[in-house]
């Protein structure tokens, strides 16, 4: 406990949409893809706001304020919008919908060293405040006239929620002044943490742009599928109960400087094309991001020739031979099932044992050629110089 200390985060580009009104639950459950019998005073949850064809609009945090009384956190730049889409659906619904950004200070505290929630029971003395905060992610308390959530466990996070007027005023009401000193920290810091934490977000550059599959939603718990109907709910169950979902948001980390940031396409070294969902640069320059891309397989395809990614740039190489003197002729190694099938077709048996090497590019495919083993090419690491290294959510993805 000697090396924990606590940091704050000014989540200025959050904002709150206020959702209330006797009607107000069963309102929302028509319209989000979580179960508001899940949020209480306390307890929040993720939930998505999604369009007809099941693509997310926004991602939202809902906080209970009061009986039929919700707080709708996002990114600021979608508030707007939301509350507009929100409003269109009221129609009789005794329902009152009001972007109250302006009314709202978001912030975050991290309780860096704190490796996890249990270690919240020995803070009883410099870090005694603290022991009032939620201990589990999800859990919601009120401490004055704040609402504090906690959204992370390595390390513990949480989000406080303040009126405008009062924060100006300087009466803290998460009662900051009993709490321990905290050093202000960066944007970025709490960036990278949903990052590893594989907690998506979206923005006005990916906004319906994903199914919510894609976003990892059904992992975190952002979908209910055992409640009644929401805009969106027939294509995002079908998905569920019916398909399998080939793109999923995954994590990644650049291995020389990069700059992405959400809405951002590229290549992968091995084809599979990425949409950056949440990006940030970390101090040496590299980019640690999370994406919505194929997950990966045995059998990457041959894409057809496309310009290379200004920053990203895919090295199409010959087949491995298995062993020298050896055709490297199978499936596996070929490209896709219907080009390995084509190969096999087209090349007569006699030719896999003359020790002739097959060497397909994307850009201009290769005949046979009897000149020996061709030497191996470069590894992908070694040929980009923004070569991409993929790392592990803490939740396992389906396969």
């Known amino acids: 406990m000697n090396g924990c200390h606590l940091q704050t985060v000014e989540l200025d580009d959050l904002a709150a949409v206020r959702i209330a009104g006797t009607d107000v639950v ?53 508030a707007t919008n939301v509350a507009g889409r929100l409003s269109r659906y009221v129609l009789r619904a005794k329902v009152k919908v009001t972007d109250e950004s302006q009314n709202w200070r978001i912030s975050g505290l991290i309780a860096c060293g704190l490796g996890g ?22 859990k919601q308390c009120r401490i004055g006239e704040a609402v504090v959530i906690c959204v992370g466990e390595q390390p513990v996070r949480w989000l406080l929620l303040a009126a405008a007027a009062e924060a100006q005023a300087g009466d803290s009401a998460t009662g900051a002044a009993s709490l321990p000193h905290s050093e202000p920290a ?61 793109r999923r948001l995954q994590r990644f980390r650049s291995r020389a400087p990069l700059d992405l940031k959400p809405g951002d396409s590229g290549e992968l070294p091995d084809g599979r094309v990425f949409k950056v969902v949440e990006a940030v640069r970390l101090e040496d320059g590299r980019c640690e991001f999370l994406a919505v891309a194929p997950l990966p397989t045995a059998e990457p395809e041959l894409s057809a020739a496309t310009p290379p990614d200004a920053m990203l ?22 490209g896709a099932p219907a080009a390995g099938a084509a190969l096999h077709a087209a090349v007569s048996s006699e030719l896999t044992q003359t020790g002739a090497v097959w060497a397909p590019f994307a850009s ?34 389906p396969d």
């Open 26 to 78: 069963r309102f929302l459950q028509g319209q989000l893809s979580n179960d508001l019998g899940r949020v209480s005073a306390e307890r929040s949850a993720l939930a998505g706001i999604h369009n007809p064809q099941g693509r997310t609009i926004a991602l939202l945090r809902i906080v209970q304020l009061a009986a039929n009384d919700f707080l709708a956190v996002l990114p600021r730049e979608l």
């Open 186 to 246: 960066r944007r970025e810091v709490w960036s990278q943490l949903d990052i590893i934490a594989g907690l998506p977000q979206i923005y006005g550059a990916t906004s319906e742009e994903f199914v919510a599959q894609m976003l990892n939603l059904d992992l975190v718990g952002a979908i209910a599928f055992d409640k009644g109907c929401y805009t969106g709910q027939e294509v995002i169950a079908r998905a569920h109960y019916r398909g399998r979902v080939k």
């Open 313 to 334: 740039e895919r090295v199409s190489a010959p087949l491995r031979p298995s062993q020298a003197g050896a055709a490297a002729l199978t499936r596996s190694n070929v």
């Open 117 to 138: 929630t249990a270690e919240l029971h020995s803070l009883e003395t410099a870090f005694a405040p603290l022991a009032a905060f939620p201990s589990a992610v999800g």
């Open 364 to 397: 201009s495919p290769a005949g046979p050629r009897r000149a020996g083993v061709p030497p191996l090419a470069p590894t992908p690491s070694e040929e980009l110089p923004h070569g991409l290294e993929r790392l592990d959510l803490p939740y396992p993805l």
